[in-house]
């Protein structure tokens, strides 16, 4: 019997310890992980696995989310990725630059596990 292919999700964001409880609380849900610290890193991931969904951090060091939301809806790969924003930037203009960049979704840090969750199974396309 072949085994179902668990959904990749993107998890793009600079603080180590919320990486690590983010990737264990989806790898629990049955979710596969990929990382990067940075946009520029997220963009090299992003083309090279492809994943079903983007959790992307606004404030990061060489290039911040709302760029790298720019490049990946430029990039073929990604065009139609779901990009949830996932910060702890809470003014209105941020929240309308990502609705402007197209961000799927935007979620204010510190966000409450099951609402992260339930936001990856509402935008992460089955596979």
Known sequence: ????????????????????????????????VVTASNGRECLRVAEEEKPEL???????????GFS?????????????????MLTAKRDTRSIFKSKDLWATDYLMKPCDPDELLE???RYA???
């Open 1 to 32: 019997m072949k085994q179902k292919q668990k959904q990749k999700i993107l998890l793009v964001d600079d603080e180590p310890e919320f990486v690590e409880m983010t990737r264990m609380r989806l790898e629990a849900n049955d979710y596969e």
């Open 125 to 127: 396309r089955r596979v």
């Open 68 to 84: 790298a939301l720019g490049k990946l809806r430029r990039l073929p790969e990604t065009r139609t990725t779901p990009i949830v």
């Open 54 to 64: 983007i959790l992307l951090d606004v404030m990061m060091p060489e290039m911040d």
């Open 119 to 121: 936001t990856v199974r």
